[in-house]
């Protein structure tokens, strides 16, 4: 168990529908990190946030959208669904607080799995 | 052309057996290499971690960084049924974990 908790695990909607996937870090961890995982383009990076604020983006849609709150849990909005967006949505954490070091280490959750029908 | 390319498999190879797992890359800014490993209908779990070029040796497993032929390898010696899993390669260019560009992994399984 990596201690990033992910709801919900399974998701079926509809297209043009809107979705909220939430994370919960690990505890203490600052950094909450968005991957979305399909079969052809493998685990591709969407935003970071640190401590509340934005850090990175990647290759994320205009119609994601993404968030941390004060609790450090983080919500990724997905609107104006399309059949492409199904795909398995990770994330992870990383960065306790007063970490002077960072290995790399991403810790996962265990996915959000989204099917646009 | 992808930044990172992986060879999807599957790879089925015999318990015992010696496997390598192999990534290229085209970013030459890549310093931090990364493998992962991703069982059924779980998170990815990180493996192993190297900087620059060089080898690095943890139990039954060995990675390997080139970075002259942006190349990357990880080899699993004395292979067990539990290895079976898919291995993504991951890579940064700036000390930590920012902007991670991964391999689309490669499934590997183990056959008792």
């Known amino acids: 168990d990596s201690g990033v908790t992910q709801t919900p695990?399974?998701?079926?909607?509809?297209?043009?529908?809107?979705?909220?996937l939430r994370c919960s870090p690990r505890s203490g961890d600052l950094s909450v990190y968005w991957y979305q995982q399909s079969l052809d383009q493998g685990l591709q990076f969407l935003i970071q946030y640190y401590n509340g604020e934005e850090r990175a983006k990647g290759n994320i849609l205009e119609r994601f959208s993404a968030q941390q709150f004060p609790d450090l849990h983080s919500e990724l909005n997905l609107s104006s669904l399309e059949l492409g967006d199904s795909a398995l949505y990770f994330?992870?954490?990383?960065?306790?607080?007063?970490s002077v070091s960072v290995t790399g280490e991403l810790f996962f959750g265990e996915g959000s799995r989204l099917t646009v029908l | 052309q992808k930044e990172v390319e992986q060879d999807p498999g599957p790879l089925s190879v015999p318990e015992g057996a010696i496997v390598s797992l192999n990534c290229t890359y085209s970013n030459s800014a890549f310093q931090y290499f990364m493998w992962y490993r991703q069982y059924s209908r779980k998170g990815p779990e990180l493996l192993?971690?190297?900087?620059?070029?060089?080898?690095?040796?943890?139990?039954?497993?060995?990675?390997?960084?080139?970075?002259?032929?942006?190349?990357?390898?990880?080899?699993?010696?004395?292979?067990?049924?539990s290895d079976s899993a898919t291995y993504l390669c991951a890579m940064s260019e700036n000390f930590g974990n920012e902007k991670l560009t991964f391999g689309t992994g490669t499934r590997l399984t183990i056959i008792p």
């Open chain 1, 91 to 98: 994330c992870a954490s990383s960065v306790p607080s007063g």
């Open chain 1, 9 to 20: 695990k399974h998701l079926i909607t509809a297209t043009g529908q809107r979705v909220t």
């Open chain 2, 48 to 81: 192993m971690y190297t900087y620059s070029s060089g080898n690095k040796e943890d139990g039954r497993f060995t990675a390997q960084v080139d970075k002259s032929s942006k190349y990357i390898s990880l080899f699993i010696r004395d292979s067990q049924p």
